[in-house]
């Protein structure tokens, strides 16, 4: 299977960890918009979703899809995502579409975080996907600083400002051998909004497509 099929067969595997009348987490990407546009066909089964970005709030809405806000949801049962790196342990990097934060946020509210990648995305150590971190924009220089200590190459997303109005540091040369100490590290740093580290907050499952079809990781 090519990458763009792998991508469509985990969002149709995913539709089946969608509990009846549950509002649905949704992410944000490529392989998040083939799993909208499955649960688009689902869509009098469930009871609304919380998007993880502007982007896809409007493709939820342009299905009629309801997306409801997050400070009014009591319950999420599961936050379908994808990932642009995956270890066995189920430890992120995510943000490669720069919706980090919203999406850091909805899967701490999540009880269960299901992860849907090709298996171009399983890494054994993570850092080869430069890693994103959203900065305030007046500490951008102070961030990039404090990170080149930590022995990162920092890169501005050109041309980028994210759905919170914040910039995009890309993080290059790390081989993150303990995520969630880096993760807990960077949280420290004044002026980082969020890491894109899921590591603290890992996923629960993982469908990962590959040649023979969907395999289902857990931990
Ligand atoms: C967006 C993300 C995405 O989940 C990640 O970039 C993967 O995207 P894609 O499914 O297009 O490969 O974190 O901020």
Redesign the pocket.
Known sequence: MIQDEQ?RAVAIAAIEHVPVGCIVGV??????NYFIDELAKIKHKIDGAVASSDATAKRLESHGIEVIDLNNVDDLPVYI????EITEHLHMT???????TR?KIVAAVARKFICITDQTKLVNILGNFPLPIEVIPMARSYVAREITLLGGQPALRQGFITDNGNVILDVHGLQILNPVELETTLNQITGIVTNGLFARRAADVLLLGGDLGVKTITH
Do not use: I
Request: glycine residues 36%.
């Open positions: 991508k992410g944000t990407g490529s392989t998040a995502d994808g990932a642009d995510k943000g490669g579409g720069g919706a980090l999406e």
